[in-house]
């Protein structure tokens, strides 16, 4: 069976601390996708990871990929509440083309 | 346009109704997916487009659902005889197309309730 499994589901955290979220995947893959989603809002693309050991920095965000333990990490460094949204995973599973999600991690940041 | 446009952005239906939702992708992009979003969930794939045809349908619910895309541009999902489960977020995506990265850019989305 194709999975996706983040943790955390939901996490909220203080202003200026870090913190990282994690994605397991169940079956072989080199190709991952991070989306942020605002309430309401649809989905944007934050990181594509193609390869082993792949890793991509964008602001307070770092996504890493470890195809061989099936991981992939979104590290946020010293959060501010603009980062407050939910956070997919997404694996594409040999097709090429369809993505499965994780149930996403919805992020608050408080002061 | 600059970016997938969905409309319209809310529908509200009967149960036993038809309804069509209606997708026009980034300029230039050949692959155009179908996902939906269940409150609290992850989108699940539909159904993908290579060009005109739909290359992979398997993620379609039952046979309640279809949808076309006749000129490789816009596409319609329809939906026949709704029932409330089919209450969801309906998202189109669209990518470039050919191998390589599977990034999709996503629409805004269709909020779909069924009552």
């Known amino acids: 069976e194709l999975k996706v499994e983040q943790n955390p589901l939901f996490l909220s955290m203080q202003e200026g601390k870090n913190y990282t979220i994690y994605c397991n995947y169940s079956?072989?893959?080199?190709?991952l996708y991070w989306y942020r989603q605002d309430p309401g809002k649809s989905l944007e693309s934050l990181f594509v990871?193609?390869?082993?050991?792949a890793v991509k920095q964008e602001g307070r965000l770092m996504a890493s990929l470890d195809t061989k333990a099936r991981l992939s990490t979104l590290h946020i460094t010293a959060a501010v509440h603009d980062l407050s949204a939910t956070y997919f995973c997404a694996v594409d599973f040999y097709s090429g083309y369809a993505l499965n999600f994780g149930k996403g991690t919805s992020l608050l940041v408080t002061p | 346009g600059a970016g997938v446009s969905q409309t319209p952005s809310n529908k509200v239906t009967e149960k036993g109704k038809y309804v069509e939702l209606r997708c026009d992708p980034i300029s230039g992009h050949t692959a155009l997916y179908w996902y939906r979003q269940s409150l609290g969930q992850g989108p699940e794939f539909l159904i993908y487009?290579?060009?005109?045809?739909?290359?992979?349908d398997s993620g379609l619910p039952n046979d309640r659902f279809f949808a076309v895309r006749p000129e490789g541009s816009v596409s319609t999902l329809k939906i026949q005889r709704t029932e409330r489960g089919d209450s969801a977020v309906y998202l189109c995506?669209?990518?470039?197309?050919?191998?390589?990265?599977?990034?999709?850019?996503f629409g805004q989305g269709t909020r779909l309730t069924v009552v």
């Open positions: 487009f290579q060009g005109t045809g739909a290359a992979d």
């Open positions: 990871l193609l390869s082993n050991g």
């Open positions: 079956t072989t893959s080199d190709r």
């Open positions: 995506a669209s990518s470039p197309g050919g191998t390589g990265s599977t990034e999709a850019f």
